[in-house]
């Protein structure tokens, strides 16, 4: 069974830092792509960005280019995603989803998703 | 905005069937795939169609996904009361951005 778990959400102050991990199970994680994707409290889905199963290859929405970073140790089966100078616009639960392909380029979809974990910027 | 147009709500009572649609352009549904997600309330969302009509082992039949040209849609037949929830359809841009509607709360009356 594919499990994904989320942690390191929580309260940080506009301008901070915070590292959010999602600790995978139940398939070959280096296998397969993945991908972050956001939810503003009452808003849609946003993606955030995605990391080829390999780490090789990382793709990141305007949004927060420059300021996230996304990255996997396989060794752990854990995916990471840093997030710097965090804003206000960046509060929302923050998901971990498994790609169905190991490749970003083969533009596939998410098939299975963690519980989230929520970030709060706020002073 | 989303860069994927659906409407915002949609509704239905049990038995009948509903379509959610999803509008998008020539860079995002008209090359890609699209995929359809269901957010139960206070739930992660949960894939329900991919890869334009295909159907995970699990979901009910009642729910299928058809695409033409730009646009996509999501059809529920015999509407239950349990499928109350939030729908988002999905594809990759050929910018190597992916891209979601903007979500369409269904309400079964």
Partial sequence: EVQLLESGGGLVQPGGSLRLSCAASGFTFSSYAMSWVRQAPGKGLEWVSAISGSGGSTYYADSVKGRFTISRDNSKNTLYLQMNSLRAEDTAVYYCAKEEDSSIAARRGLDYWGQGTLVTVSS | ?109
């Fill in chain 2, 1 to 109: 905005q989303s860069v994927l147009t659906q409407p915002p709500s949609a509704s239905g009572t049990p038995g009948q069937r509903v379509t959610i649609s999803c509008s998008g352009s020539s860079s995002n549904i008209g090359s890609n795939y699209v995929y359809w997600y269901q957010q139960l309330p206070g739930t992660a969302p949960k894939l329900l169609i991919y890869r334009n009509n295909q159907r995970p082992s699990g979901v009910p039949d009642r729910f299928s996904g058809s695409k033409s040209g730009t646009s996509a849609s999501l059809a529920i037949s015999g509407l239950r009361s349990e499928d109350e929830a939030d729908y988002y359809c999905a594809a990759w841009d050929d910018s190597l951005s992916r891209v979601f509607g903007g979500g369409t709360k269904l309400t079964v009356l």
